[in-house]
C-alpha cells in the first residue's frame, strides 16, 4: 500500500503531533510519504524523524498541484490523504486528474479556524469549506467530530473516527519534582497539592476560567499551588486577573515549558479548561504519567474520560463545578492515585501510538476495497432498510442496531441507506445514510439504485395497532419490487392481521417478496393460513440476540445516577400502556410488593419506550407499599441490556425487554398483550403469566415462584436455547449478504 499525505506545513500544537507520529508509525508498516506545502520547523521535525518528506513550493497554486501529480504519477501511490485547507484544495484536483480515493483528517471545525482574520476566514476558511464536499472520505479525530460532520450532511458511512494517540511503552524519564522547582525558581512545600495546566495563552484555552476555579480553591485551602505552562497572547491580560484575585502567592506563570513531561511529572492533578478542542495531547501525556485529571467537556474528551470513574468533566465556562472537583481530589490522595490509574489504563488502550495506527491501516484498507467495489458496482446502495425507526423505541432501535452489524460482520463496507423519522439521529447512532420515512420522492430516486430492500425486524405486517401503518410497510415492499429491487422480510413477526381486506392486500403483496424470515414459529403458522407461499421461507431468529450489553461499570455508574445500589438484587419489570391498563397496573403493583416481602428482592422498572412507558411505571409505583426503583433516563441499547444483565429474573410485556433477558440467559416471565410475547415465550421454552387483560395475582404469584426456584436450572437451559438461536439470527444477515452479492442476470 502506498499512501501520500498532504499537509501544508504551518501546523503546530495537536495537529502537528498527531500527523508527524502517524505518518512515522505508519512508516513502518506500508510506504507513505510526506508532502509539505511550506519550509520550516514542520517540514524539519518530520525530516529530523526519519520521516520522507518531500516540500512542494514552487510559487503558485497551480504548479503546486502538477508537482504534486508529478509525484504521485511517477511514485505510484494509491491513496491521498490530506491534512488542511491548503492540502484540501489541492487533494480536489489530485483526485480529479488521477482518480484516486482521497480521505482528509479534521482536526479542527473548519468553520472556527480563522475567526481572528477576516481576510483568511473569506479566502482559506471559504475555499476549505468547498473542497471539503468534494473530497471521498473524512476522519475525524473525536466522535464529536464526526456528529459534526454528519449534521452538517456529511455522508455518516464516509467518516471514520482516529483518536489522537502517543507511545505508552516510550522512556521519558522526567525530572525530578525538585529540579524543575529549582529551575523555575518555586518554593514549594512537600505536602502542598498542586494543579497544573499546560496550553496556549489563548481565549479559546479558557485560562480565565482556571483562575476564577482557583480563587474559590484557595479560600478552603490556601495552600493550593496552580501552575500555568505555556505562552501566547492573552498572558499579560492573564497575569492581571491572577493579581487581581489576590493569586499572587497561589498561582505561577512558567511561559514555554520544552520539556512537557518534566512538568505533568511535579503536579499532582492536571486540567484543561478549554471552551473548544478536537483531543488535546495535553491529557494524553498527563494520562502517561498517571495524573488525576479534570477536564472540561469538550471534543473528544469525554472519549477517554468518564466522568467520577477515571476523571473528573465540567461543562465549558463552569469555574464553580471546577474547583469543587479540585476540592474532592485534593482532600483524597487515593482517589487521585485511583483515577490516575484507571485514565491510564483506558488511555494506554484505546489511545496507544500503535492503536492510533492499526486504526488508520484498517481505514486505508476499508477505503482501497470500497473504492474498487465502487467503481465496479451500479448501485449507491447495497441495501434500504425500513422498519419502526426513530420513534425512541429500545426494541426497535436493537433491531436496528442488531441487522446493521451483523450485516457488517460479513461485509464491512456495506452501503446501508435507512428509512427513519429522525434521519439524522439515525445517521449520528447507528453510521449509516438516513432519510425521512415519509419522503416518497427521496425514497423512490434511492429505489432506483440500490440492490436489496429490507423490510427490517419487529412485528411490521399487523393491524391490531392500525391499518396505516400496515399499508405503509406493504406500500414500500411493492414500490421496492416495482423499482427492480430484491425485496427480504428480514426476522419478521407476522401478525395478527384481524380485516379481512388486510389480509388479501398482505398476501397478494407478500407473496412477490424473494425471500422472508421469521423469528419464532408462531408467524410461520400465519403465514401459512394467508396461503403465502411463493417466496422461500426459513423461521430464523430475533437480531437482537446478538447484542452485546454495556461493559459492567459503566452500568454501575448509570444505576448510581439514578440513586440505585448496584449491590442491590433486582427483579426487572417491562409494562407498557396496553387497552384498560388501570387493571393490570394494580395486579402488577401487588405482585411487586409480593416480590419484596416474599424474596427482599427490589423490583426495577424498566422502559424500554421512553418517555410513554413511565407514566404506567409511575402509576404502579404510586399503587405500591414497598420501595422499588425506576430508570428514568433513557439508556443506549447496549446499557439496556447491561442493565437488564444486573437483574435476577424479568417479568415483562415488552418484546424485547425478554428477548434482552433471555440473550443473557435471565430467567423471564412474559405478561402477553400481543401473540408475539406468547410467540417467543415458547420459542424459549419459558412461562407467560396470562394476557395482560386477564391477569390474576395469585395465578401470577405461582409463575414467579415456579421461576424463582427454577432459575438455576432455567439460566443452564436458557443459555443452550439462546446460543442456538444467536446462531440463527446470525443466518438472517447471512442470507442478505448472499442476495447483495447476487450478479445480476
Known amino acids: 500500500m502506498k499512501v501520500l499525505h498532504l499537509i501544508g506545513g504551518g501546523d503546530v500544537g495537536g495537529a502537528k503531533s498527531h500527523v508527524l507520529s502517524l505518518v512515522k508509525e505508519l512508516g513502518k508498516h506500508i510506504d507513505v510519504k510526506l508532502i509539505s506545502f511550506r519550509t520550516g520547523a514542520f517540514a524539519d521535525d518530520a525530516r529530523a524523524m526519519g520521516i520522507n518528506v518531500e516540500i512542494v513550493k514552487t510559487g503558485t497554486i497551480f504548479s503546486d498541484v502538477r508537482k504534486v501529480l508529478s509525484i504521485v504519477k511517477n511514485e505510484g501511490y494509491e491513496l491521498i490523504h490530506s491534512h488542511g485547507a491548503k492540502a484540501n484544495m489541492i ?71 482516529v483518536y489522537n494517540g502517543i507511545n505508552f511503552n516510550q522512556e521519558i524519564n522526567p525530572s525530578p519534582k525538585e529540579d524543575f522547582f529549582k529551575k523555575y525558581n518555586l518554593k514549594f512545600d512537600k505536602n502542598d497539592v498542586i494543579i497544573g495546566i499546560l496550553a496556549r495563552l489563548d481565549p479559546v484555552k479558557g485560562l480565565d476560567i482556571f483562575l476564577k476555579a482557583a480563587s474559590v480553591v484557595i479560600k478552603s485551602s490556601p495552600s493550593t499551588r496552580f501552575l500555568i505552562a505555556g ?128 486504526t488508520q491501516l484498517d481505514i486505508y484498507e476499508t477505503i482501497l476495497i470500497r473504492s474498487f467495489r465502487n467503481s465496479k458496482s451500479k448501485y449507491r446502495y447495497d441495501a434500504v432498510i425500513s422498519g419502526y425507526y426513530g420513534f425512541k423505541n429500545i426494541g426497535d432501535d436493537a433491531m436496528l442496531m442488531a441487522i446493521i452489524d451483523n450485516l457488517r460482520m460479513y461485509r464491512k463496507d456495506l452501503r446501508i441507506l435507512v428509512l427513519s423519522r429522525n434521519p439524522l439521529e439515525t445517521s449520528i447512532v447507528y453510521n449509516v445514510d438516513s432519510i425521512n420515512r415519509f419522503n416518497l420522492l427521496k425514497i423512490l430516486h434511492i429505489m432506483k439504485n440500490s440492490k436489496l430492500f429490507i423490510n427490517g425486524g419487529g412485528s411490521l405486517i399487523q393491524d391490531n395497532t392500525s391499518t396505516r401503518s400496515l399499508v405503509y410497510y406493504l406500500g414500500m415492499i411493492w414500490l421496492a419490487k416495482k423499482m427492480g429491487m430484491k425485496v427480504m422480510i428480514y426476522a419478521n413477526g407476522i401478525g395478527p392481521l384481524n380485516k379481512e381486506k388486510n389480509r388479501r392486500l398482505t398476501k397478494k403483496i407478500v407473496n412477490q417478496v424473494d425471500i422472508i424470515t421469521l423469528r419464532e414459529e408462531l408467524s410461520y403458522e400465519e403465514l401459512n393460513s394467508l396461503q403465502i407461499s411463493k417466496p422461500q421461507i426459513k423461521v430464523t431468529a430475533d437480531p437482537a440476540l446478538t447484542i452485546m450489553p454495556e461493559k459492567d461499570e459503566r452500568i454501575n455508574q448509570l444505576l448510581l445516577n439514578e440513586g440505585i445500589d448496584p449491590k442491590e438484587q433486582f427483579i426487572g419489570i417491562s409494562v407498557r400502556k396496553w387497552n384498560e391498563h388501570e387493571k393490570y397496573e394494580s395486579v402488577v403493583a401487588q405482585l411487586a410488593d409480593y416480590i419484596v416481602e416474599r424474596y427482599g428482592v427490589k423490583p426495577l422498572f424498566i422502559a424500554m419506550h421512553y418517555p410513554g412507558d413511565l407514566t404506567i411505571i409511575q402509576n404502579i409505583v404510586s399503587k405500591m407499599k414497598n420501595k422499588s426503583f425506576v430508570i428514568t433516563n433513557k439508556p443506549t441499547v447496549s446499557e439496556m441490556l447491561g442493565i437488564i444483565g444486573k437483574t435476577q429474573m424479568l417479568i415483562g410485556m415488552r418484546l424485547h425487554a425478554l428477548i434482552f433477558a433471555a440473550s443473557l440467559g435471565i430467567p423471564v416471565v412474559g405478561m402477553v398483550y400481543e401473540p408475539k410475547v406468547e410467540g417467543f415465550m415458547q420459542y424459549v421454552n419459558q412461562m407467560s403469566a396470562g394476557h395482560v387483560n386477564s391477569l390474576e395475582l395469585e395465578h401470577m404469584k405461582k409463575v414467579v415462584d415456579e421461576t424463582w426456584k427454577n432459575r438455576d436450572s432455567i439460566k443452564k437451559d436458557l443459555g443452550k436455547t439462546t446460543a442456538l438461536l444467536k446462531d440463527k439470527a446470525l443466518e438472517n444477515a447471512r442470507i442478505a449478504i448472499e442476495i447483495i452479492d447476487e450478479k445480476p442476470l
Open 91 to 161: 487533494a480536489v484536483f489530485v483526485k480529479k486528474f488521477t482518480g484516486l480515493p482521497v480521505v482528509t483528517t479534521v482536526h479542527s471545525d473548519y468553520r472556527l479556524d480563522y475567526l481572528q482574520n477576516i481576510f483568511k476566514m473569506f479566502s482559506f476558511g471559504l475555499i476549505n469549506t468547498l473542497s471539503l464536499r468534494f473530497l471521498d472520505y473524512y476522519i475525524g479525530v473525536s466522535k464529536n467530530f464526526k456528529t459534526m460532520l454528519i449534521e452538517r450532511k456529511f455522508s455518516p458511512q464516509e467518516i471514520f473516527t
Open 231 to 358: 505562552d501566547g497572547p492573552e498572558r499579560k491580560s492573564l497575569e492581571k486577573k491572577a493579581a487581581s484575585y489576590g493569586l499572587c502567592d497561589n498561582v505561577f506563570f512558567l511561559g514555554f515549558v520544552n520539556q512537557p513531561y518534566d512538568f505533568l511529572n511535579c503536579i499532582d492533578i492536571n486540567t484543561l479548561t478549554s471552551l473548544s478542542e478536537s483531543f488535546p495531547y495535553a491529557i494524553l501525556e498527563g494520562s502517561l504519567l498517571k495524573k488525576a485529571t479534570i477536564s472540561s467537556n469538550v471534543g473528544g474528551i469525554s472519549d477517554l474520560i468518564e466522568s467520577g470513574i477515571n476523571g473528573f468533566l465540567f461543562e465549558p465556562g463552569d469555574y464553580m463545578t471546577l474547583a469543587n472537583h479540585i476540592l474532592t481530589l485534593i482532600k483524597d490522595s487515593s482517589l487521585r492515585k485511583n483515577m490516575g490509574d484507571k485514565l491510564h489504563e483506558k488511555a494506554s488502550t484505546y489511545f496507544s501510538l500503535d492503536n492510533m495506527c492499526k
